[in-house]
C-alpha cells in the first residue's frame, strides 16, 4: 500500500545525505537542530553522518507523518532553498512573492532570511499545504 501523503523523498534524503556533514539530509527531513549540529561537527565527525545512511528510512517516515502533504511540493522547494535560497526562488515557488523579490534584491535579507528557511521551510510548506 502506497503511502498517501509521501511529502519527502527517500533519495532525495539519500542525495543530499552525501553531504551529510553539512547537515543538509537533517534539514530536509525536518530535523534543524541535528542539522545544525551536524553544520558545526561535520557530521558528528563523520559518525553521526555514517549512521544516518541506516537511519534515513526512518527520518524519512517522521517526515511523512509531521508534514502535510499538498499544491506544495516538499522536494522542489528544498532543492530551490539549496541551491538559490539567497535569490528567493523558493519562497516565489510557495506563492511569498512579496518575500521572494525582498530575499532577491537583499540577498536572502543578507543571508539571515536563507539560514531562517532552513530552520522553518517544512511547516511553512506545510502551513501552506494546509490551507
Avoid: C, E
Wanted: glycine share 14%; no cysteine; charged share 10%.
Amino acid at each position: 500500500m502506497a503511502d498517501t501523503n509521501d511529502t519527502h523523498l527517500k533519495s532525495v534524503g539519500y542525495i543530499l545525505w552525501i553531504f551529510g556533514f553539512t547537515g543538509a539530509h537533517r534539514f530536509y527531513f525536518g530535523k534543524p537542530i541535528s542539522g545544525t549540529i551536524y553544520f558545526f561537527t561535520l557530521g558528528l565527525l563523520g559518525i553521526g553522518w555514517l549512521i544516518d545512511l541506516f537511519l534515513i528510512p526512518s527520518l524519512d517516515r517522521q517526515a511523512s507523518i509531521r508534514f502535510r502533504s499538498g499544491r506544495v511540493d516538499y522536494t522542489l522547494v528544498w532543492v530551490l532553498l539549496t541551491f538559490l535560497g539567497l535569490l528567493g526562488i523558493h519562497r516565489m515557488a510557495m506563492g511569498k512573492w512579496p518575500t521572494g523579490i525582498l530575499y532577491l534584491l537583499t540577498g536572502g535579507i543578507f543571508g539571515l532570511g536563507y539560514l531562517y528557511d532552513f530552520w522553518t521551510l517544512n511547516d511553512q510548506i506545510t502551513v501552506i499545504n494546509g490551507s
